[in-house]
């Protein structure tokens, strides 16, 4: 129930017995609330269905409708309000019965005035953390939504309306794209979307986890199934019954694990490791992946079968570089982004680090463009990101063509070959992660040269 600061909060009290109805309707009063009284089950099921009660304490023995029976009732009717039994001597074994059903707990008689308060203060706590994380979940979901995922590309913007058409079937759906092109956002906006979005979305990664350990984290497995299996432990597809999970880099599973999980997406059951017995879990399966899935198929390291199972419905997310004109809005967005992160008030970028952000081809999509923007955020001083905030190869970029520049009235044979050697030097390094040695190799020189030259150039 939602009230109002400073509101009061209603309780019904269901008893047979008059004396103790106005003992805790004068006690309750004491402590705050609004108190209404029912004589029985049947009068207290009308009452809670026209007033908005917070609780309802309920006794268990009374005449016309018992406690347990306007408990089911109340339950069945989705009636608002957390609902307390009080037990009498003999009836403690029905108050438990009665919170298997949906009763919040259950006091005995006779109680203290601080025991029902106790008890009443833990339910509003309770209630307090259930709305709390209903806002929360709402707040998830919008961060994930559809709206969340920039782009003004027309491919884009095709996939987004397909999308959108299949978040509420329980199709398997494919997620293609190179590294960093926001798969697994997609994933979280579909289901976000979704029916399941009250229900887990869980990922895994299928290429991090050891072969041997993943059938048993996929599954689960029960007590003794293997040396280390000392509890039974549901898998990922038992915990995201009822939800969404994520088969992330799907073509790094491995082959008898193809198997399986064909039979699972088959069946729509699993079988722990070890157990005897299979279980129905209710799954939406989404997979990604940035391999070619048809060339893996072609080698026989990919089932051909389980392809089909999953690519259903499959989603070509196409690279960064080839919608250049998302990187305007994607580097707003990333600024404000990081600017509540790190507290920074940085609001645009200089024209030539656009530039240079424009002619980078992005070979890590979407995540390097953020590292590159959260990284200069931390250098950037004022309201704009200059240039020089950038990473290093981005700055070659800024002119447009990777190449050295030589001044165009300069026939300087020198100056030439000088600005040749640290554009090589500087790709050399670049490529090797800064590793001296690596790049000396490379530029087919001896590290003593590299040194000496790196000294001369002033590039240390
Ligand atoms: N269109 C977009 N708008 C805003 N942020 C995006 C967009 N696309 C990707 N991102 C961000 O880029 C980062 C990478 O996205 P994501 O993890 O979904 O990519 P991925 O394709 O799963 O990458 P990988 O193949 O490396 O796992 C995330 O921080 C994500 O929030
Ligand atoms: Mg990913």
Known sequence: MNRKPGEKQRILVVDDEENLRHMLQLMLQKQGYLVDQAAHGAAALQMASQGSYDFILCDIQMPVMDGADFLKEAVAAGTSGTIIMMSAYGTVDTAIECMKLGAYDYISKPFKSDEIALVLKKAEERERLKSENRRLKDEIGKEYSFASIISKNPRMQEIFSLVRKVCDFKTTVLVLGESGTGKELVARAIHYNSRRKNAPFVAVNCGAIPENLLESELFGHVRGAFTDASADKAGLFEQADGGTLLLDEIGELPLPLQVKLLRVLQEEEIRRVGASASKKVDVRVISAT???????????????????????????????????????????????????????????????????????????????????????????????????????????????????????????????????????????????????????????????????????????
């Open 290 to 460: 940035s391999k070619d899935l048809e060339l893996e198929v072609a080698g026989a390291r990919f089932r051909e079968d389980l392809y089909f199972r999953l690519n259903v419905f499959s989603i070509n997310l196409p690279p960064l570089r080839e919608r250049m004109e998302d990187i305007p809005l994607l580097v707003t967005h990333f600024l404000g982004k990081y600017d509540e992160k790190y507290d920074k008030r940085v609001v645009r970028c200089a024209p030539d680090a656009l530039k240079a952000l424009m002619n980078y081809r992005w070979p890590g999509n979407i995540r390097e463009l953020e590292n590159c923007i959260e990284r200069g955020m931390v250098l950037c001083e004022g309201e704009t990101m200059e240039l020089g905030c950038l990473p290093e190869k981005l700055r070659g970029a800024a002119t447009g063509d990777r190449g050295p520049v030589v001044p165009p009235d300069s026939l300087s044979l020198k100056l030439a070959e000088e600005l040749l050697e640290k554009d090589f030097i500087r790709r050399a390094l670049e490529k090797t992660g800064g590793n001296r040695t690596h790049a000396a190799r490379l530029l087919e020189i001896s590290h003593r040269a590299l040194l000496y030259k790196l000294k001369d150039y002033g590039m240390e």
